[in-house]
Nanobody, 123 residues
Framework: QVQLVESGGRLVQTGGSLRLSCAAS????????MGWFRQAPGKEREFVAG????????YYADSVKGRFTISRDNAKNTVYLQMNSLKPEDTAVYYC????????????????WGQGTQVTISS
């Protein structure tokens, strides 16, 4: 059974930092793109960051560019999201996702999803 388990979400103040982790189990994603999405109450899900299998192709939403960094450790089957200079508008449930396809574009559909971790930024 494939599982993606996020961790690291919590309440922090504006300007603070958080590091989210997503540990995958049940299969290896070392050859697949992985990404982070978020959804705030009343808003559509947003593609925040994506990373291809070897990390040489990365996407960031304009809203997080320069503040967030996505990375991965294929040996640990884990993807990370370092979030700095956090703002109240970053408040959302953050979801980790992974693709089934190998060596695919970070813009391809994501097939596996975690349960999400809540990030709350207080003003």
């Amino acid at each position: 059974q494939v599982q993606l388990v996020e961790s690291g979400g919590r309440l922090v103040q504006t300007g603070g930092s958080l590091r989210l982790s997503c540990a995958a189990s049940g299969r290896t994603f070392s050859s697949s793109a992985m990404g982070w999405f978020r959804q705030a109450p009343g808003k559509e899900r947003e593609f925040v960051a994506g990373i291809n299998w070897n990390g040489d192709n990365i996407y960031y939403a304009d809203s997080v560019k320069g503040r967030f960094t996505i990375s991965r450790d294929n040996a640990k089957n884990t993807v990370y999201l370092q979030m700095n200079s956090l703002k109240p508008e970053d408040t959302a449930v953050y979801y980790c996702a992974a693709q089934t396809s190998t060596y695919g574009s970070i813009y391809y559909p994501y097939d596996y999803w975690g349960q999400g971790t809540q990030v709350t930024i207080s003003s």
